[in-house]
């Protein structure tokens, strides 16, 4: 039995966390819930890293961005986004 791999409708943002990793967003899955930006690190910090995007998510409501100067890419909002919608892929 094979699976078909799906694919999302989403961006990408290239070079975060001092260029060695990739952000994906899929806002076919984000629906606009913020706990990515609340277990943020970086914005605990007072450092605005992820915020709302002028993309909208699920619902018609804001995706969410990283700022690509300030992301380490540590993978905390990929960790809590419920949704599986947020994917940091490292790079080599």
Same mark, same amino acid.
């Given at each position: 039995m094979s699976q078909e791999k799906k694919e999302y409708k989403g961006y990408? !943002?290239?070079?975060?966390g001092k260029g060695k990793a990739d952000y994906y967003v899929y806002t076919d899955l984000c629906k606009g819930c913020g706990l990515c930006i609340a277990k943020c690190p970086m914005n605990k910090a007072g450092k605005k890293c992820l915020q709302w995007s002028k993309e909208v998510g699920l619902y018609q409501t804001p995706a969410v961005a990283p700022d690509p100067e !300030?992301? !380490?890419a540590c993978g905390a909002c990929a960790m809590t986004c419920p949704d599986s919608a947020i994917r940091i892929e490292k790079r080599q």
């Open positions: 990408k !943002i290239e070079g975060v !300030i992301c !380490i």
